[in-house]
């Protein structure tokens, strides 16, 4: 890595460790000051006039040596156990996450995961798999080998390790969103799974490594899961879980869900039937289903069903910002600005020039999305 980018680096995971930061203020703070490190760089009463900079920040930022001295201790310990940083300007970041207002600004990974592959699909379900939920989850990933997508989970007992170890049968890369960090494999009777998954998947993490394992790790690891997958699929689910909170970010996020019916008196079909009677998932019978929602073709695996867009006629720096939007349905002018590494004065009249020749639409709040005709 570059010196450039490497220092670039150290002072975005300094920026990501100041307290209640929040990924909005992150991406308006180096939206407005061209970066992490101008942020710290910058004067005080130039920062002071930036959005949303209060004085609370203005506080923490007179600590600026403490942390990143933490940063540079990070970047220290994924050097020593072989963990890749990817920060939030990376072109490797996973595209599918940068519209999402809670979008992680870090992530940890091990392994060889492509996060911007044309199909994702997310598995997951209850730690106490019936047989009948093993049996459907295996049918399910045999039923997609066609179509090569990623199977992304969350390594957990149950449905979790039934997808990731059905797809490494298929040798279908596979993703597992972590709880824990990545050098602190969870549930640890995983580990050897989560090895064989490094050549063509991985591991990712938005904690970095040494982390205490805590509960409120959980929900945030599905945000994730969920945000990575161009649908979720959910096989067996009780009234209350992990599984259902995923599904309803997911459905948050205007993903398409899909829920394995299940027998009535059953327990861990509770939680899939009640999401189809709620409408929040559709009824999963098959990869069919896949192919009308999200436009899958055997026929043309490279192909993303919504890239239909022929970029050639537009000016390089239009192409970017197509690219982005395609990926997202509603973008926000600030995250734009990040993911670009562009002002948002410049990228104003871009915008502005691409909406008046009918390509974009602005919505209110300052968010934007492709006018598809």
Known sequence: MPNQEKDEQLYEIALNLLPKIGPSVYRSIVAYTGSAKQFFEMPLGKLSKVPRINKNLLALRNHKEDFLKEADSIMTQCIKKNIDIITFSNTNFPQRLKGLDDCPMVLFKKGNSNFNTSRTIGIVGT?????????????????????????????????????????????????????????????????????????????????????????????????????????????????????????????????????????????????????????????????????????????????????????????EEDQEIITLLQTKKEVEIDMLALALNTSVSTLAIRLLNLEFEGFIQSLPGKRYRLKMT
């Not at 969350?154 to 972590?178: F, K, M, N, S, W």
Request: hydrophobic letters at 40%.
């Open 127 to 315: 730690r106490n798999v019936t047989d009948y939920g093993r049996s459907i989850t295996k049918k399910i990933v045999e039923d997609l080998a066609p179509y090569q997508p990623t199977v992304i989970s969350g390594l957990a007992y149950g449905v979790d390790i039934e997808a990731h170890r059905c797809a490494l049968q298929l040798e279908l890369p596979t993703l597992a969103v972590l709880g824990s960090s990545v050098d602190q494999i969870y549930p640890s009777a995983h580990k050897a799974t989560s090895e064989a998954m490094l050549e063509s998947g991985g591991v990712l993490s938005e904690f970095p490594p040494g982390t205490v394992m805590h509960p409120t790790n959980f929900p945030k690891r599905n945000r994730i899961i969920a945000g990575l997958s161009d649908a979720l699929i959910v096989v067996e689910a009780a009234k209350k879980g992990g599984a259902l909170i995923t599904a309803e970010i997911a459905y948050s996020y205007n993903k398409e869900v899909f829920a394995v019916p299940g027998n009535l008196q059953a327990t861990y079909s509770e939680g899939c039937n009640n999401l189809i009677k709620s409408m929040k998932a559709s009824i999963f019978t098959g990869p069919k289903d896949l192919e009308e929602c999200l436009g899958w073709s055997k026929d043309s695996l490279h192909q993303n069903g919504a890239n239909i867009w022929d970029l050639s006629k537009f000016e």
